[in-house]
């Protein structure tokens, strides 16, 4: 940035420079006008007078000649007479061309003889005296000289006139340099002053609307000035303006959540601090709640995130009803929210009938009805609350409290809530393990693919399902009920069950390969996560392409969880999967909770008794019943049964009696390793 410096006089203001520089110009130019004014009088009257000497000269030149030559005392008398006539000559000197003196007059009678050395026809001024020579000539030659002195006295009398003169002038010119800087400051100063008071205003105000006034008729630089002056204020505040809301929007971010406008974590730990402070310093109590909503995942993958991110903010606002203002209600991400009860209570049993009744607020206004797209939804949730100081007094450790008592929650089915006890701390420590391991194996070969043979009554082999394994590198193999759930919680099930059809895809194409029958079927579990997917009909199109598989030798099992949400979405998937030629299996069959409305409008090719009915049906008359019903209901609806975990003759002989024609189990088979199953299909073992 560059500056202007003026040292000069900076201690001045600039009203007092002005009047200095004024009266320093008004003096010097008095001053020069003096000097001036004397020199050329002084060359005047040289000039005057030098002319006067020359007319003397003129004059009396013949008689000075006459008497340079006579020398006679009678002519010399007559040109004293005459040079007497002159009152301004002071003395006069003849001399002859020898420079001897012939005639000396002074008007004082005193004797003079001139000592000065002439130039001449030129004046010389010697203190008060002017002195002048002359040549004398006689027909053109030179006879001598005359000098000549004249007093100075007029010229003096001149110069004092004009001393006075100037003296009279002085004090009038510094009144009009007074004046003029006066006048000058109303140019200069005043507007210069008037921006300095408004800056000086708009500094101690911190108010940047103000404007310096400025006349439209001013067209001066200072208008100029105060023009862009007052555009850069604009700016400034336009600047500040900014400034303030993306301050204020920063605040909002940093503590608030972006969609719902509910409080973020880190305003919620904020406020956890300070009511634990409260509770343990007054003894009292509160509970911390964490709220998952049940099935969001599904409606979020499968609807779009506008919709999810819509129902989000629906659901806020509906907590908002549910919970008092002195409650912190905020959204972690997704559909996590978590409730710090504000009103702290007496004892740990007063906060649990609290939490209760908040519980039946919170199921109640869920299952109203909640409008997304257009489509109407009624929500359930898992809650999981803890207490404190009782069971934490550090925020971090509650939030893990209330999250694994909302697992259990899930664990238990959902739609229900759960208060934290210290051992579940072990069972979620175990499943945050297992996360993590199974993050893992993916990359590590852990996972393997078994295949149960499907067979026909009398054991000859049809088809297969594939069943995954987790071989654990310390020699433990465990088991997909137990790390598939974990999977789909955390959406790991979406990179495992990809490489579960394409490793299925890759045997499949090696048996076809080898020459299996044509008919021969792979079933492949596919997870609703995993079926609601919206790339999942394009990845397993491209994945049969890539195999080089036939569609026809593959058969997708679906659970009826699939069928909760958006029944038309899955409706126009499995068209699509089933015109690419796969078939699609109901597995599990009638241990969840599809309605028969839904099943008919499902284009299905089998259903899968589930195996808890084929378990006891020689015991259980109504396993019996539901195994026969099923299997009845899947003929009039013409889709094939396969009834699942065969393990005595007895149920062969009671499903096959009642139209079963496919079935699976340790009856038969147990699920084997692929190489295994190489041999079943192409050894020469007979199985009967
Ligand atoms: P599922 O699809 O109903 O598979 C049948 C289960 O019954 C298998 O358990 C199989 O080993 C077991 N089983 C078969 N015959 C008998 C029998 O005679 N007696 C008894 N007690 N059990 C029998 P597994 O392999 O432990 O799988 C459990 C479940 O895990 C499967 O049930 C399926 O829902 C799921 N699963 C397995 N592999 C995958 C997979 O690749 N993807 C997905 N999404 N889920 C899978
Ligand atoms: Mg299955
Ligand atoms: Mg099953």
Redesign the pocket.
């Known amino acids: 940035m560059s500056q202007l410096k003026i040292t000069k006089f900076s201690h001045l203001s600039v009203r007092y420079q002005f009047v200095i520089m004024m009266m320093v110009l008004a003096s010097a130019l008095i001053s020069f006008y003096s000097a001036v004014t004397y020199y050329n009088e002084k060359i005047i009257y040289a000039e005057e007078s030098t002319d006067e000497l020359k007319r003397i000269s003129q004059v009396l030149e013949s008689e000075y000649s006459a008497l340079i030559k006579s020398s006679l005392p009678s002519a010399g008398m007559e040109l004293i007479r005459k040079w007497k006539l002159f009152p301004v000559l002071e003395h006069a000197e003849l001399k002859d061309i020898a420079g001897k003196s012939i005639l000396n007059y002074s008007k004082s009678g005193a004797p003079y003889h001139n000592t000065q050395v002439l130039e001449p026809n030129t004046l010389k001024i010697v203190d008060d005296l002017f002195f002048y020579e002359g040549i004398v000539k006689s027909q053109g030659q030179k006879v001598g000289t005359v000098s000549y002195a004249i007093s100075s006295k007029n010229y003096e009398e001149l110069l004092a006139n004009l001393t006075q003169l100037i003296i009279i002038s002085i004090p009038i010119a510094l009144t009009f340099a007074i004046f003029l800087s006066f006048w000058l400051q109303s140019i200069f100063v005043f507007p210069l002053q008037r921006l300095i008071t408004t800056i000086k205003d708009i500094a101690q105000a911190e108010d940047y609307s103000i404007k310096v006034a400025i006349e439209s008729s001013d067209k001066s630089e200072f208008a100029v000035l105060g023009q862009h002056f007052n555009s850069l204020l604009q700016r400034i505040s336009k600047t500040l303006k900014e400034i303030e809301k993306s301050n204020a929007n920063a605040q909002e971010l940093a503590y608030y959540d972006e969609l719902t406008g509910l409080a973020n974590r880190r305003l919620l730990i904020e406020h956890i601090e300070y009511i634990l402070d409260i509770a343990k310093r007054e003894k009292r109590h509160g509970a911390l709640l964490f709220i998952d909503l049940d099935n969001f995942k599904t409606l979020n993958d499968s609807r779009g995130h506008a919709a999810g991110d819509d129902l989000l903010k629906q659901v806020a606002e509906s907590l908002k009803r549910v919970f008092r203002s002195a409650d912190t209600i905020a959204r972690l991400g997704g559909d996590e929210f978590v409730i710090l009860s504000g009103h702290l209570e007496d004892s740990e049993e007063d906060v649990i009938n609290q939490v209760h009744s908040f519980m039946l607020r919170l199921k109640h206004v869920l299952g109203e009805k909640f409008v997304v797209q257009g489509e109407s939804y009624h929500l359930t949730a898992s809650v999981g609350i803890t207490t404190f100081p009782g069971m934490a007094d550090i925020p971090e450790v509650l939030m893990k409290q209330a999250d694994t008592a909302m697992y259990r929650a899930k664990e238990a089915g959902r739609d229900g809530y759960r208060f934290y006890q210290p051992e579940m701390q072990a069972v979620a420590d175990a499943r945050l393990k297992m996360e993590t391991d199974l993050r893992l194996s993916l990359n590590s070969d852990e996972l393997d693919l078994f295949y149960q043979p499907q067979v026909d009554e009398f054991g000859r082999i049809l088809g297969a399902?594939a069943?995954l394994r987790w071989f654990k590198k310390d020699g433990t193999v465990i088991s997909p009920g137990d790390f598939i759930p974990v999977a789909e919680m955390t959406g790991l099930i979406l990179p495992i069950g990809e490489w579960v059809m394409k490793k299925a895809f890759e045997q499949l194409s090696k048996w076809e390969k080898e020459g299996v029958a044509a008919d021969f079927r792979l079933?492949i579990?596919i997870s609703p996560y995993q079926f609601h997917q919206e790339t999942f009909v394009e990845l397993t199109k491209k994945m049969l392409n890539e195999s080089g598989v036939s569609a026809h030798n593959v058969t997708l099992?679906v659970t009826e969880g699939i069928t909760i949400r958006d029944i038309s979405a899955t409706i126009s998937k499995m068209e699509i999967l089933t015109r690419l030629g796969f078939k699609i299996s109901m597995?599990?069959f009638g241990t969840g909770y599809s309605s028969l409305a839904y099943l008919k409008k499902l284009p299905l090719s089998e259903l899968?008794v589930d195996q808890s009915f084929v378990r006891d049906l020689h015991i259980d008359k109504s396993d019996a019943e539901i195994a026969a019903t099923i299997i009845a209901m899947a003929k009039n609806l013409n889709l094939d049964v396969v009834a699942?975990g065969v393990e005595e003759e007895s149920q062969l002989t009671f499903l096959s009696r009642h139209g079963c024609l496919v079935f699976q189990g340790y009856y038969f088979y147990k699920p084997m390793p692929a190489k295994d199953f190489d041999k079943l299909l192409f050894g020469n073992v007979v199985v009967l």
């Open positions: 399902e069943l079933s579990n099992e597995d599990d899968k699942e």
